[in-house]
T-cell receptor, first 113, second 112 residues
Framework: NAGVTQTPKFQVLKTGQSMTLQCAQD?????MYWYRQDPGMGLRLIYY???????DKGEVPNGYNVSRLNKREFSLRLESAAPSQTSVYFC????????????FGDGTRLSIL | TQLLEQSPQFLSIQEGENLTVYCNSS?????LQWYRQEPGEGPVLLVT?????EVKKLKRLTFQFGDARKDSSLHITAAQPGDTGLYLC????????????FGKGTLLTVNP
């Protein structure tokens, strides 16, 4: 029973490098989300996809792009990584209804030197 | 201004003690969720409260939604080391079904 799977679990990049974080869910959820979690800042929404074929900006979208590849997969891309993007990134999914719980993956720990 | 204020930020107690953590706001919400996050993992939903004054129990955890639906509390009875984690409250804000806003959390450590 995988739920939400994120890859990779850990990554170290140099400033200016690019990379894509992958997320897949097997719960047939319509909505998917990307968050970052920083000490003292809590969880902040980067981008979300309410349903397949749509994406929207969250609270902190600058420096990121997303792709909703299909219903199962939602990727997050850093085109030119900056030290300020060092964080733990979480993907989540939920049903497309009000007050639904979000189901989270175990995170990707990203360090940018 | 933070939409949800959680207190205390940190709490360290001994096994067997009782504790209460709080989630406060000046806004009214249709519902409020509580999550627990253990080290190295993502948050996991504990409960959703919907009705003002509602009390929900999950084993030794008691959740209450304020009468005015602006605040909530989580009470743990006889805490155990397995209760250690980051407790987060969250609400869907701005009339959205998608933008879940989290408080900064209470980091609870229960010592054996």
């Amino acid at each position: 029973n995988a739920g939400v799977t994120q890859t990779p679990k850990f990554q170290v990049l140099k400033t200016g490098q690019s990379m894509t974080l992958q997320c897949a869910q097997d719960m047939n959820h319509n909505s998917m989300y990307w968050y970052r979690q920083d000490p003292g800042m809590g969880l902040r929404l980067i981008y979300y996809s309410a349903s397949e074929g749509t994406t929207d900006k969250g609270e902190v979208p600058n420096g990121y792009n997303v792709s909703r590849l299909n219903k199962r997969e939602f990727s997050l891309r850093l085109e030119s990584a900056a030290p300020s993007q060092t964080s733990v990134y979480f993907c989540a999914s939920s049903r497309l209804q009000s007050n639904q719980p979000q189901h989270f993956g175990d995170g990707t720990r990203l360090s940018i030197l | 201004t933070q939409l949800l204020e959680q207190s205390p930020q940190f709490l360290s107690i001994q096994e067997g003690e009782n504790l209460t953590v709080y989630c406060n706001s000046s806004s009214v919400f249709s519902s409020l969720q509580w999550y627990r996050q253990e080290p190295g993992e993502g948050p996991v939903l504990l409960v959703t409260v919907v009705t003002g004054g509602e009390v929900k129990k999950l084993k030794r955890l008691t959740f209450q939604f304020g009468d005015a639906r602006k605040d909530s509390s989580l009470h743990i009875t006889a805490a155990q080391p397995g209760d250690t984690g980051l407790y987060l409250c969250a609400v869907y804000s701005g009339g959205s079904n998608y933008k879940l806003t989290f408080g900064k959390g209470t980091l609870l450590t229960v010592n054996p």
